[in-house]
């Protein structure tokens, strides 16, 4: 092959290269993305557990999110969804401490998955939150 050759080649297969990783960057990007929104669907939904009277919309919309769940969220968040709803199931007698540990190490396994997903498209230097489940602290708005 002569010179001209490797000059057309090169391009083309470093072309080809490019457009097949921005692709895979791409799908990477939309389904963290998805992802994304459906955490936010289960914490908005979460209310409906912790703050004020029962929501019993909010609780069937968490408990809908938590089944499409189980196409896409990792074994560690289901796990933590299943033992957030073990606590607040109806009969069960959990401490309103047990209730809370299990909604915070909850929120820490979304944000973990999330950062995780993230790193994929973005990479930064923190692979993990540093956060402690006992630092998220539950608000509400006073009247």
Not at 81 to 98: C, H, P, R, W, Y
Not at 101 to 120: G, P, T, V
Request: aromatic share 12%; net charge positive; proline share 3%.
């Amino acid at each position: 092959m002569s010179l001209t050759d490797w000059g057309v080649i090169l391009p083309v297969i470093g072309g080809a290269v490019a457009w097949i990783f921005n692709g895979y960057r791409e799908r990477v990007w939309e389904r963290a993305k998805r992802k994304e929104d459906r955490y936010i669907s289960l914490m908005e939904s979460i209310h409906g557990f912790y703050v004020g009277a029962p929501n019993v919309a909010k609780k069937e919309e968490f408990i809908r999110q938590y089944q499409l769940g189980w196409l896409h969220c990792p074994d560690a968040v289901i796990k933590k969804i299943n033992s957030f709803l073990e606590t607040v199931k109806t009969g069960v007698k959990a401490t309103d401490l047990q209730k809370e540990s299990a909604l915070r190490d909850l929120i820490l396994e979304l944000r973990n998955d999330l950062f995780k997903e993230q790193n994929i498209v973005i990479p930064v230097c923190t692979k993990k939150s540093r956060l402690k489940p006992s630092e998220f602290q539950f608000w509400a708005a006073n009247n």
